[in-house]
């Protein structure tokens, strides 16, 4: 399995995506500043090592990253990527005290309003679209439409609802019939809300961020097997659960975005003494599992230089045994019924 290799997602127009592709955040400035220098190496080491698909979003550093991509796409061959980014977020001007930057530091003076309508869909395209200084992206993703990021059931379901009732569905099925775009799907937290939205609506895709990994496979219940019967594909973001599963239970790992509890900091303990046993990292195991299940197209992990590039791709790569996977599951690690890599 190489990076590069590349897979069909299915949708209304051709789309292909590497088995890896990037994930922009941490180019946003997540947690701590990156400089311009090494957001850019840490793109064209992407694109030095045959990797075809870049995903970003308006929240990642107000706009930040966006641009960062936009920069690096510029000099690239545009046909021969796949690009997405989200929408959901607008990004509005403000005074200094008002700046709305999450989890993202040194950001543009911009504070976030939510707006899944049909205005809303159409003007963050534009928006998006301004900021990378491109005339068209391949996947817009609906972002953050779930509980974590909304901060109840009550609220997430209220976007649904407004996503729907409001025009913002109608506007992303308008831009891919027009062939503006390729794909639409969205970007979340939560694999439930998934799961809803295929209810409602032809979605081609979707960006599920952290919820099937060594440490969570419960979208083995009924998500993962309705994607695989309707051929969506899945992205898969966070595949080391926000850092737990690459730097292991150290003091202050985080997971989920917090720091991890005592119980996940054991389990992590747990799985990394398995691998230890087959002389495989912990961060191998992590990245390379998640693609053991068919639905799962691509896994995007984050980078803030050209050499953690470098590293993603050399870990994606390296042979794992079989045995390891058995293991796992004998120590009631890993779901038994989990799908896992083949030929490692």
């Not at 292909?16 to 220098?37: C, H, I, W």
């Not at 075809?52 to 990527?81: F, H, I, K, N």
């Not at 295929?198 to 952290?210: K, R, V, Y």
């Not at 099937?212 to 998500?223: G, I, K, P």
Request: charged share 25%; hydrophobic share 45%; net charge negative.
């Amino acid at each position: 399995m190489k990076a590069s290799d590349v897979v069909p997602l299915r949708a209304a127009r051709p789309v292909s995506l590497t088995r890896m592709g990037f994930g922009t955040a941490p180019l946003g400035n997540l947690y701590r500043k990156v400089s311009d220098e090494d957001a850019q190496g840490a793109l064209q080491a992407a694109w030095d090592a045959g990797i075809r698909y870049v995903d970003t979003a308006p929240q990642y550093g107000l706009g930040r990253s966006e641009q960062r991509v936009g920069m690096a796409v510029r000099t690239w061959d545009r046909g021969a990527l796949t690009l997405s980014t989200k929408i959901g977020r607008l990004l509005v001007d403000c005074a200094p005290d008002e700046v709305t930057p999450e989890a993202f530091v040194d950001v543009p003076q911009k504070r976030i309003v939510f707006d899944y309508s049909y205005d809303g869909v159409m003007r963050s395209h534009e928006a998006s679209l301004q900021r990378l200084g491109i005339d068209a992206v391949d996947i817009l993703l609906v972002h953050d439409v779930d509980t974590f990021s909304q901060g109840s059931q009550e609220a997430a379901d209220a976007r649904v609802r407004g996503l729907f009732e409001r025009g913002g569905y109608r506007a992303l099925t308008e831009l891919r019939d027009a062939g503006v775009i390729k794909a639409i799907g969205a970007g979340v937290n939560e694999w439930q809300v998934c799961e809803r939205l295929l209810g409602l609506g032809d979605f081609d895709c979707f960006l599920l961020a952290g919820r099937y990994t060594l440490l969570e496979q419960e979208a083995l219940e009924s998500f993962l097997p309705l994607c695989q019967r309707r051929d969506v594909a899945i992205i898969l973001g966070g595949p080391y659960n926000s850092g737990i599963l690459a730097t292991g239970a150290v003091e202050g790992a985080r997971y989920n975005y917090a720091p991890a509890s005592p119980e996940i900091l054991d389990r992590v303990r747990r799985i990394e003494a398995v691998c230890s046993a087959h002389g495989v990292r912990l961060i191998e195991a992590a990245l390379q599992f998640v693609m053991g299940h068919p639905a799962v197209r691509t896994v995007i992990p984050g980078a803030v230089s050209a050499a953690e590039v470098k590293a993603n791709v050399e870990i994606f790569s390296h042979p794992l045994p079989a045995a390891l996977w058995s293991d796992l599951k004998n120590a009631g690690l890993l779901r038994s019924d989990a799908p896992v890599p083949e030929g490692h």
